[in-house]
Every structure is written in C-alpha cells, then in structure tokens.
C-alpha cells in the first residue's frame, strides 16, 4: 500500500488554509495483490514520458541517459511483486525505489545542464 502523510500543524492562520486545502484529500487503500501494480505504472509512465519528451523534442536526446534509473526501478517492481504482502521484506525495494528517483533526476538534470552549457 502506498501512503502519502502530510502533517500541518494548525498554530496560525496561514497553517489553517493549508489544512483545510487538504481536507478534500483522498486516500486510496489497495490490498498488496492491486497495490503493487501502481509502482509499476508510475515507473512505466515516467519513462515514457522521458521518452516521449525527447523523441518530439522537447527534451535533448542526451536527456535519455536518464533511462539507467529503469534498473534500479525494475528492480525494486520485482521485489515489490515478491515482497507485497510482507511489508518488512520490502527494505530493498524502498531502498531501490529512492535509488531510482534520484538516479532520474540527477542524470536528467547533469543531461540539461551539459546541453545547455554546449550551447
């Protein structure tokens, strides 16, 4: 199950309007058989979408470098699909996951940052 926590403290005015922006929030709660496919779907829609970025250009080609973070994220899907219903096995897919998100950030931003500095 995958969840999102957000705390607001509520000691002033401004903390108040965030709190009740937030009060609309839902919360989805999968069994693991269901919830394990939403990983593999985040991770499949962020590569396409880097693919797709750059094969139309708005992305530089180099940006694709940034497709190495599929491994890690492959990674951590099949020790998701393994571990789903054991939470505390899933050390190595958390640790996987955090991998893959910085890996895809950090060579997508160094690809930006080289092209632009070419230019």
């Known amino acids: 199950m995958i969840v999102f926590i957000v705390y607001v403290p509520r000691q002033n005015y401004r903390s108040m309007l965030i709190f009740k922006s ?26 396409a979408w880097l693919i797709g970025a750059a094969l139309t250009g708005a992305l530089p080609v ?13 990674q951590a899907a099949a020790d998701l699909f393994r571990y789903a219903a054991q939470p505390r096995a899933l050390t190595a897919a958390i640790r996987h996951t955090i991998a893959a998100a910085l890996l895809h950030g950090l060579l997508l931003a160094g690809a930006l940052f080289y092209v632009v500095d070419k230019a």
């Open 62 to 74: 180099l940006a694709l470098i940034a497709l190495v973070a599929a491994i890690p994220s492959a």
């Open 22 to 47: 937030l009060r609309s929030l839902s919360v989805l709660r999968l069994p693991p058989e269901q919830a394990r496919w939403g990983y593999v779907i985040i991770a499949v829609a962020a590569n």
